[in-house]
C-alpha cells in the first residue's frame, strides 16, 4: 500500500512566492499524515485565469525558479514525491503549461501539457512529449495536465508503459450537472484508471478566480476505477484528498481468466483506413486536425 | 428528440423461436410506448452461457434465419428500428457473436463483435469490420456490442464516422461493487459518450444463465454522458429502458467557445513512437498482441 495525497487548495493569480511556500506548507501536512506521494494542483505556482498570455510570461518561470527548486528541496528533506503545475518560461514564446515531477534524490522532471483547453491556446504553448513514466521507490508514476485527461489516446501511453500510478494536476472549471451526479472529470477518471487498469490521482484547485467557479472535485480512484477518496463537493474549499492505494494492482490487466485490457486491444484494427467513413466525413476530420 | 428504448429480458439457453418471439413482444411494447429505435441484448436469439462452440454452431443462424427475419418484418410493420445480437452462423468455423441493424425499408445491416470477452474466445470468431455507421430518418446509428465499449480506440471510429447515436447490445455479467457506485460498465459508458460527444443506448439483459448472474443495468446516455433512463439495479427484472434523445446534440463536438472533443486530440502524437517506452515494455506489448 502507498499512501497518495492530493491537497486541493487556492492559488492566488500571478503570486508565485506564496502560492509555492502556501503548497509546501500543505506538503509538510500531508506527509505528516503519512502521504508518500502528493500531487498539487495544474499552476499551483501562478494561478490560472490568465487574461493574456503576457501576464503569464510574467508569472513563468524556468526549471531551476523558485517553484521547482523549493518542491525539490521539500521532496529530498520529507523523502516524498512532489507532482505540482507550474508555468514554465518558453524564451521567445508564450509560455508552457508544464508540471514538474520530484521524486527524491532524483533530478526534476518536467511534462508540458500537450491537449490545450479552450482559450489556453492562446495564453500557452503545447506541448509535444509523452507523458513521463518515472521509476519510483513506490512504483512507476506518470503525469498529465487537466485535458490531457479526457483523451484516451493519451492515457493508454503511460499505460503501455507500464505507469501504475498517472498524478493529475488538474483545474476543472465548475460547468452544470444533474442534481445526484459526479461531475464529468470524475466519471471520466473512474473510466480512464479503469480502461488501463491504472491508479489515478486528480488534484483539483479550490476558490474562485476571475469569475471562474472551481469544481473543488480532487479524488483518487485504483486501478478498478473506484474512487477511494473524493473532496467533499459541497465545500468548495481547501482539502487533503488522501488514499492507502495498492499500486501492485495496476501490474495486472487481467480481468477475467482470458481478458487483459490492453492485450485485448484489437491493434490490427484501429489503425487500418476504415472503409466505411465517407469522404466527407473525413474532409471534415482533416479540416479539424489541420486547424 | 427521438424515444429510444432497450428491451432488458432474460432469453433460454438455445431456444431461439421462442426468444425471437419474445423479443418481439417486447418491441411492440416498446413501440407502443413511442420508442422508434429499440435495443435488445447481445446474443438475444440463443442465450450466451454455451459451454463450447458446438452448441453455440446449433444456435446460430445465417442472416436469412428466423432471428434477422422475423426482426426484419417486424420493424418494417411498426417503422421503428430493431438492433438486437444474434448468433451467426461461420461455415466451418466458429460463428460469430453478431448483431443486426433493422432499418425500416433497408436491407439488414450486420456486424460481428471484435473483441472477444473471456472464454468467447473458445465459443466464436472475432469480425475484423468496423463498426457500421448508418443513415436513418432519426440520425446516424452506430453499433457495437459489449466488450467492444471498454476500448476507447474502437467507439472513436463510429464518433469520426459522424455517428450521433451507438446502439450497444450487451450481457453484463454481475460483479462485486462497492456499496453506493454504479457498475463499471455503466460508468465507462458515460465516459465513452462524453468524451466523443455521441448517445450511447446499452442493453443488458436480466436473470441468471447457468451460474453468471445478470449485472441488468441497460442505460441511455446522452451526448453529455449523463444517464437519461437507466434500469432500477435492484431488480434484475425484465425492464423496458426508455429516454427522450435530442440525436442533434451528438452533430457539435464543442465543448467550450475553442474546444472540441475530436478536434483537439493531438493525432500527430498519438502514433508516433514513444521514445520513452522502455525496450522492455514494447517487447512485452508486442507478445501480449502476437498472443
Known amino acids: 500500500m502507498t499512501k ?8 492566488h493569480l500571478g503570486r508565485v512566492r506564496s502560492n509555492v511556500d502556501e503548497s509546501i506548507d500543505h506538503f509538510h501536512k500531508a506527509v505528516d499524515e503519512g502521504a508518500r506521494i502528493v500531487v498539487f494542483p495544474e499552476l499551483t505556482s501562478s494561478g490560472y485565469a490568465f487574461s493574456n ?74 506541448g509535444d512529449g509523452a507523458p513521463p513514466v518515472i521509476d519510483t521507490e513506490h512504483g512507476r508514476i506518470a503525469v498529465v495536465i487537466c485535458y490531457d485527461l479526457e483523451f ?85 474549499l481547501n482539502q487533503i484528498v488522501i488514499a492507502d492505494i495498492d499500486l501492485s494492482e495496476s501490474r495486472s490487466k487481467k480481468l477475467s481468466c482470458f481478458s487483459d485490457v490492453l492485450a485485448d486491444r484489437r491493434t490490427d484494427l484501429y489503425f487500418a483506413p476504415a472503409d466505411y467513413l465517407t469522404q466527407a466525413a473525413l474532409r471534415k476530420d482533416n479540416q479539424q486536425i489541420q486547424r
Not at 497518495?4 to 492559488?11: K, N, S, V, Y
Not at 514554465?88 to 511534462?111: C, F, K, M, W
Not at 501511453?157 to 488538474?170: D, K, R, S
Request: hydrophobic share 40%.
Open 53 to 126: 498570455s503576457g501576464e503569464a510570461q510574467a508569472a513563468s518561470e524556468q526549471i531551476d525558479g523558485y517553484a521547482v527548486s523549493s518542491w525539490k528541496q521539500a521532496a529530498d528533506e520529507r523523502n516524498a514525491v512532489i507532482v505540482a503545475g507550474f508555468c514554465e518560461t518558453n524564451e521567445h514564446e508564450r509560455p508552457y503549461n508544464s508540471a514538474a515531477v520530484l521524486v527524491p534524490g532524483q533530478d526534476p522532471v518536467i511534462y508540458r501539457k500537450a491537449h490545450l483547453w479552450d482559450a489556453e491556446r492562446t495564453i500557452f504553448t503545447p
Open 4 to 11: 497518495i495525497a492530493c491537497c486541493q487548495f487556492a492559488p
Open 152 to 236: 484516451p489516446e493519451w492515457i493508454r501511453i503511460p499505460a503501455l508503459g507500464g505507469a501504475e500510478l498517472i498524478c493529475a494536476p488538474v483545474n476543472w472549471p465548475r460547468v452544470p450537472r444533474p442534481t445526484n451526479e459526479r461531475p464529468g472529470e470524475v466519471v471520466r477518471t473512474q473510466a480512464q484508471a479503469s480502461m488501463n487498469r491504472v491508479a489515478i490521482a486528480a488534484c483539483d484547485r479550490a476558490g474562485a478566480e476571475r469569475g471562474i467557479d472551481w469544481t473543488s472535485a480532487s479524488v483518487i480512484v485504483d486501478a478498478n476505477g473506484w474512487p477511494i477518496d473524493m473532496a467533499n463537493l459541497d465545500q468548495n
